[in-house]
């Protein structure tokens, strides 16, 4: 089945940077557009930035000119490059990949973003 395994989250300071990864497994990577969501403590889980298949991208104007998501099909992994981070950044970050704009989705199990002096 499909797995998604994020990692590289953690503490940094305001105006730090992290890449956060997704190794994916189960299905035929390149076909598949990949997603990057977060979801802050009493929010909802909000869309990031996505990457399609033919490596178009966009991304949440709260991100835009900061992140940067990326793929790499040889390794079935997803990146997403953060700099200039803030304190409103801090959340767990899900990495999630669909065939199509609307099938169905799956899921990583998140990682730990937390920006903070």
């Known amino acids: 089945q499909v797995q998604l395994v994020e990692s590289g989250g953690g503490l940094v300071q305001p105006g730090g940077s992290l890449r956060l990864s997704c190794v994916a497994s189960?299905?035929?990577?390149?076909?598949?557009?990949l997603d990057w969501y977060r979801q802050a403590p009493g929010k909802q889980r909000e869309l990031v930035a996505s990457?399609?298949?033919?490596?178009?991208?966009n991304y949440a104007d709260s991100v835009r000119g900061r992140f940067t998501i990326s793929r790499d099909n040889a390794k079935n992994t997803a990146y997403l490059q953060m700099n200039s981070l803030k304190p409103e950044d801090t959340a767990v970050y899900y990495c999630?990949?669909?065939?199509?704009?609307?099938?169905?989705?799956?899921w990583g199990q998140g990682t730990q973003v937390t920006v903070s002096s």
């Open positions: 990457i399609t298949s033919g490596a178009g991208t």
């Open positions: 999630a990949a669909r065939i199509s704009q609307y099938a169905n989705i799956y």
């Open positions: 189960g299905m035929t990577f390149d076909l598949y557009i």
